[in-house]
């Protein structure tokens, strides 16, 4: 079977910087993924076991044809005596038996359990179908996670080794400052240990990076999870989507509901074929016979018939138990249930829908404030440091400035992450992430 199920990346996120051959891109993360994952292959293949199931034979509508033949070589010792008197004494007497069958059994009419079996058939492939694309969707939800949270690390790690020009800088004010005698040598000495503080930071965001990686090529299914690689950075778009829209789209398009949907459906079918067995059943029984036996000896020297027959026969199982009832109790019980399991996973994607659009509008809001700061932060760290420079504030107010500016960059960079989680959350409660 074909699959041609695409994967869209919605236009929610725009790169905006370029690295170099070993750059990771998203796209290639998700084409990776739909290429790798055991779950998606697994499910391609339910999907052709399905489609292989779903045929009028296996439904039980055509007629079942089987061909029977037999063969036997005896030799025996005969002791046979007849009423005319006559008395047959022989050893070793040859004979054969031989014959051959077409035997056809068509059920005519079972309570319409063919009719209802097919069509179960026809909803567990289209389950399967499914199935296939809320894998796809989930997994490219969970691509885009990882990804982004190696961009994030990767960010994070960015901003740490810039800044450490910042305290480079400091210390080598500091050691002017004390070389003329114009500060205090603690004023050296905090600027070394700041300085080693952030080398450490950086050490340790070194891992954290590489921890982020391995998780992304564990989700990519890579065999080799210390693959290295470099990941562009991805600008959200802050007013991509559309509340209303995804509203509409939520209970259509969401894809898990559509299984569970199917689920319904195959429960369904699944009572009507119980209540099947309620009635009699009719089966059309033919066969052309061949047969043929020999003798050396004995009553009977040579017989042979062939020939056609038919006939009707009805079964009705008029009482085995109760077990008939016990089935169709069972059913109903069994569609009730998952009737119910969508209704509760209708509330679950509801309130999923609500607190991902809470994020994103409340990340959308804490966004364009953290931007700021970090703007602010930036441009109060320049000040303080040449204020330092000329002796006009003191280490602490200083490092009071380097650590409200990491700080900012910290809080914008993980509000950009919230930002893009509640984005792609929303596309994949939607269908948004796959076609």
Not at 19 to 44: C, P, S
Not at 213 to 235: C, M, P
Not at 305 to 330: A, S
Request: glycine share 6%.
């Amino acid at each position: 079977m074909n699959h041609k199920l695409k994967y869209i990346l919605p236009l929610v996120f725009a790169a905006c910087s370029v690295y170099g051959q070993n750059t990771l891109t998203l796209n290639a993360a998700i084409e990776t993924v739909l290429k790798n994952n055991y779950g998606i292959q697994i499910a391609k293949n339910n999907i052709d076991i399905a489609a292989n199931n779903n045929s009028w034979g296996n439904a039980g509508f055509t007629p079942q044809v089987s061909l029977v033949t037999n063969g036997n070589i005896a030799n025996n010792n005969i002791n046979q005596r007849f009423t005319n008197g006559t008395e047959i004494i022989k050893n070793g007497v040859g004979s054969s038996n031989y014959g051959a069958g077409v035997n056809v059994t068509w059920a005519l009419f079972n309570g319409l359990r063919a009719h209802y079996l097919y069509k179960q058939m026809g909803v567990v492939q289209s389950l399967n179908e499914a199935q296939l694309k809320s894998d796809i969707n989930n997994s490219v939800g969970a691509v885009m996670s990882a990804y982004f949270n190696v961009l994030k690390e990767q960010q994070t790690l960015t901003n740490l080794d810039s800044n450490l020009t910042i305290f480079d800088e400091r210390l080598k004010i500091a050691d002017t400052r004390f070389t003329i005698g114009s500060a205090a040598k603690t004023d050296l000495l905090q600027a070394k240990i700041d300085l080693n503080e952030q080398k450490s930071l950086i050490i340790r965001q070194r891992g954290n990076v590489r921890v982020a990686k391995a998780q992304l090529n564990r989700v990519l299914s890579k065999e080799d999870a210390g693959d290295d690689f470099t990941v562009e950075d991805i600008t959200p778009e802050l007013d991509s989507l559309n509340y209303d829209s995804l509203k509409k789209a939520l209970y259509q398009g969401n894809i898990d509901l559509m299984v569970l949907n199917r689920n319904v459906d195959i429960a369904m079918y699944q009572t009507k074929i119980a209540r099947a067995a309620i009635y009699p059943s009719i089966n059309l029984n033919s066969a052309y016979n061949f047969a043929r036996s020999s003798s050396q000896a004995g009553f009977s020297l040579y017989n042979q018939n062939y020939g056609f027959n038919g006939g009707l026969t009805l079964t009705w199982n008029l009482y085995n138990g109760l077990n008939t009832k016990r089935i169709i109790k069972n059913t109903d019980l069994q569609l009730t249930n998952t009737e119910l399991q969508l209704k509760d996973f209708q509330v679950q994607v509801s309130s999923g829908f609500s607190a991902a659009w809470y994020n994103y509008t409340a990340s959308k809001e804490q966004y364009k404030l953290e931007k700021e700061n970090e703007g602010l932060a930036k441009e109060n760290v320049d000040i303080m440091l040449e204020r330092f420079r000329v002796g006009n504030c003191t280490t602490i107010d200083l490092k009071l400035a380097q650590q409200t500016l990491q700080d900012s960059q910290a809080r914008l960079i993980q509000t950009i992450y919230q930002l893009k989680l509640a984005q792609t959350e929303l596309l994949r409660l939607s269908g948004g992430l796959v076609k």
